[in-house]
């Protein structure tokens, strides 16, 4: 059935006409109608018929299908989102309103559009200059580097899964080692090490391990080892295109892919994503299944980025309990504040109140997107009385929607289940009433209240 609903382009005639360098008066002779008439329309108050539809593609030679073709619904669908920024959380924005503005004023919104855009340019070049100051921030350049190729190398993993398949046939890594590469493993104590957990000897062909290591940190380390020897040229060649700024940045990308490779090696990708479907993302499990740690899974479970074997994209995260990162990977899109502190109600600030044990979360920001994330404190150093322990927290957070795919969240249904409100940081956050708010955010004016006072730090004016 074809759509019968009027036609009111008003905005769009009006554009039109003063592109022609027409006045009313004249566009009115032309289309043989009164000026009031031509007011009208462009007003919107009048639908633009298909007799002058007619009249207006013949007068000016004019595509009928450009000119009347219904980029509103485009428009609408741009402002919403743009709208949905946590800058405007507290103005109340009717979808009607919405879709009328975008209707009626394309011009209006086009402007805001193009507002929004510069804006949006600007928050992220002062991100990426706080990030990174000066000169450049080495350890920015390099996560930055690993983020652009979404944690995922092909030939890094092709090459590390046919190792894998070598190693499995010899008894283990060490005795692979010495019958390929005439490398003999060793552990030795913390003194003979000199504060090295991995050293190797190439006078005597020895491969040096800290004994105080667990069981999963010595295999990591001689995987480690491997990548450095074996995959040199697949590691040299991915570094000869990631065009980095300084040596420094070289050297932390060349130990992330020699990690990443590392990983390969211990968790082969094609073995590990049909093992991850199986036990339906058991963190715990996968790690008893491939001899390693919980970080070690979970570093790996963001990136099974690999053409037609994608898994749930997932975002990594590791702090202290002061909140300083030390390591940061995103494959799902989560706005990670770039600079400034996160929220405290995000679960992975709070496992350091129950350690080693993972708690769940479902999280929702100001704009209403939804995640769901898997925290855990985890543990380096020790294995000596005389060694600290360093605990730190991890998260690994995806969208709601892939929950149910998670043994965490099985059955469950994520768009009604009861969501944390968080935020990306205090200043990009609008939710007036959080108690846990630190700083004001950036946009709202805070006003002074002597005779009362809210849960939350700061007052603001009405938006």
Not at 154 to 182: C, F, N
Request: net charge neutral; with cysteine.
């Amino acid at each position: 059935m074809a759509d019968s609903r009027p036609l009111y382009l008003g905005p769009r005639l009006k554009r039109l006409r003063r592109e022609l360098g027409l006045t009313q008066t004249a566009m009115a002779q032309d289309l043989r109608i009164s000026p009031s008439y031509i007011a009208l329309i462009e007003r919107n108050q009048r639908p633009l018929t298909a007799d002058l539809l007619l009249r207006l593609a013949k007068c000016y030679r004019l595509d009928l299908a450009e000119f009347a073709g219904d980029d509103a619904e485009a428009y609408e669908q741009r402002l919403a989102k743009v709208l949905r920024d946590p800058l405007f959380a507290d103005i109340e924005l009717p979808a009607l309103e919405v879709a009328d503005l975008a209707g009626s004023f394309p011009g209006v919104s086009e402007a805001l559009l193009r507002l929004h855009e510069a804006y949006s340019r600007e928050q992220q070049a002062l991100a990426e200059q706080r990030e990174a100051p000066g000169v450049g921030d080495p350890v920015a350049e390099a996560r930055r580097f690993v983020a652009r190729e979404r944690n995922y190398f092909h030939a890094l993993d092709t090459r590390a899964e046919e190792l894998a398949a070598e190693i499995a046939r010899a008894e283990s890594m060490a005795d692979w080692l010495g019958k390929t590469r005439g490398t003999r493993v060793r552990y030795l104590p913390p003194d003979v090490m000199m504060d090295a957990l991995r050293r190797y000897d190439r006078h005597n062909e020895q491969l040096l391990i800290d004994d105080t290591l667990d069981a999963a940190s010595r295999q990591f380390q001689v995987a480690m080892h491997i990548a450095y020897t074996t995959l040199r040229k697949e590691i040299a060649a991915v570094l000869a295109s990631a065009d980095l700024a300084s040596q420094t940045a070289s050297a932390l990308v060349k130990r992330e892919l020699a990690a990443y490779s590392a990983a390969a090696i211990l968790m082969p990708y094609d073995r590990f994503a049909r093992a991850v479907e199986a036990r339906a993302y058991d963190i715990e499990a996968l790690s008893r299944q491939f001899g390693t740690s919980f970080e070690q899974v979970t570093h790996r479970l963001t990136t099974l980025n690999k053409p037609g074997m994608l898994r749930v994209p997932f975002f990594f995260i590791r702090v202290d309990p002061a909140g300083n990162v030390s390591k940061r990977l995103d494959g799902a899109g989560f706005p990670f504040a770039a600079h400034g502190g996160g929220c405290p109600l995000w679960n992975v600030h709070t496992v350091f109140r129950t350690p080693g044990e993972i708690v769940t979360q479902f999280l929702e920001l100001p704009d209403g997107q939804r995640f769901f994330s898997i925290a855990r404190t985890v543990s380096a150093g020790g294995g000596s009385h005389l060694r600290p322990r360093v605990t730190r927290a991890i998260a690994l957070a995806c969208a709601a929607e892939h929950a149910p795919k998670l043994v965490y969240a099985l059955g469950c249904d994520p768009r009604v289940v009861a969501a944390t409100p968080i935020g990306v940081t205090c200043r990009l956050c609008n939710r007036a009433t959080c108690p846990a708010r630190a700083a004001p955010p950036m946009g709202r004016e805070i006003i002074g209240d002597d005779n009362r006072r809210g849960i939350a730090p700061f007052g603001f004016a009405e938006g």
